[in-house]
């Protein structure tokens, strides 16, 4: 049996991604729209050999379409999700308006497959935050071992995460440095080439940024309510691929040679020892591969039972569009 499937916000970095990844894994389709906004209307997109003619999602009909992979911003995805979902349609939503609704399942296949069954409440299912997912599947396997009571994370993200627009501003600014001219930032609020950002998104009344309260709320939803998380985010003058620096505080010991071990068992998570070629990864090493990448795994002798190593991930693939097409996997899988 196939599906009709309607890619919203099809002409942008993830949607690209999200119509590649629908063809590599061969997702049971018997039609494909894409959709985006009216500016979008007549070009084409790729999807495998062929190419779509964007639709109009003002006027697109839902009727009849049986999955939504949608990443049109959270504004947009407030006003079309439901209409999707009232159409009929299991709206699969990448943008982080609908995340921390009770009635709407947030979802990492390989973390909580079993919450899929509560998107029947709203026909929408949430897709995590970028920094989220990569961090969850990580945790997964030594919460399950050992227990996790604190987690201290510090991200380096990468541009793509702020569109196409911020991946243009990172290249114009580099290439104005050499060229003797003063960036004028426009996407964010100070050079980005060159530089790191303490800042994604915006600054909350206790100083949080949006994306380090998005961190710390999703991966108690995902995971577990009761653990503790600090988290720091930073932007960083790379194109694709976000870092993240862990640090893990277990209820019961945990070796790094039995923490390998239990990764090396998960799907979905690569793990990278000094006595390989690369020693460590880098997210210049893993654009555009599809696993968590867990490298620099040590002690941390200053707690009990603490555990530190580094987590690196292509945030427009398994940080966006893989994940949402595995949630859609899964769906299909248990239809």
């Avoid at 541009?159 to 001219?181: H, I, P, R």
């Avoid at 790191?196 to 961190?215: A, C, L, R, S, Y």
Wanted: proline residues 5%.
């Amino acid at each position: 049996m196939g599906y009709k499937i309607a890619v919203v916000g099809a002409t942008g970095n993830v949607g690209h991604e999200i119509l590649n990844i629908l063809h590599e894994r061969e997702f049971p389709v018997d039609e494909v729209a894409a959709v985006a906004s009216s500016r979008s209307v007549g070009k084409e997109v790729s999807f495998g050999d062929s190419d779509l003619k964007v639709q109009d999602l003002a006027n697109f009909d839902f009727k009849g379409t049986d999955i939504v992979l949608s990443s049109c911003g959270g504004t947009v995805s407030a006003e079309y999700a439901p209409k999707a979902a009232k159409a009929g349609a299991v709206v699969i939503d990448n943008t982080s308006h609908f995340r921390m609704d009770p009635d709407v399942p947030l979802i990492v296949p390989e973390v909580n497959p079993d919450a899929i069954k509560d998107h029947t409440k709203k026909n929408i299912i949430a897709n995590p935050n970028c920094s989220t997912i990569q961090m969850v599947m990580a945790l997964k396997p030594i919460h399950d071992a050992a227990g996790i009571k604190r987690v201290v994370v510090s991200t380096y993200q990468s541009v793509s995460g702020s569109g196409k627009a911020a991946m243009d501003e990172l290249f114009n600014q580099t290439k104005g440095v050499y060229m003797n001219q003063t960036p004028s930032p426009s996407v964010y609020p100070k050079q980005i080439a060159f530089n790191v950002i303490p800042q994604i998104d915006d600054f909350m009344d206790d100083h949080m940024t949006k994306e380090e309260w998005k961190m710390v709320a999703e991966t108690k939803k995902i995971l577990d309510p009761a653990i503790k998380i600090c988290a720091s985010c930073v932007r960083v003058p790379v194109f694709i691929g976000h870092s993240e620096m862990v640090n893990l505080e277990l209820e019961k010991e945990l070796t790094p040679a039995k923490a390998k071990e239990l990764w090396r068992g998960f799907d979905g998570v690569t793990v990278i020892d000094l006595d390989n070629e690369l020693e460590y990864v880098t997210p210049h090493d893993i654009q555009g591969d599809d696993d968590v990448y867990i490298s620099r795994i040590r002690d941390d002798i200053t707690v009990e039972n603490g555990l530190n190593f580094w987590c690196v991930s292509d945030n427009l693939r398994k940080g966006a569009a893989l994940n949402a097409v595995q949630i859609a996997e899964l769906l299909v899988s248990q239809s």
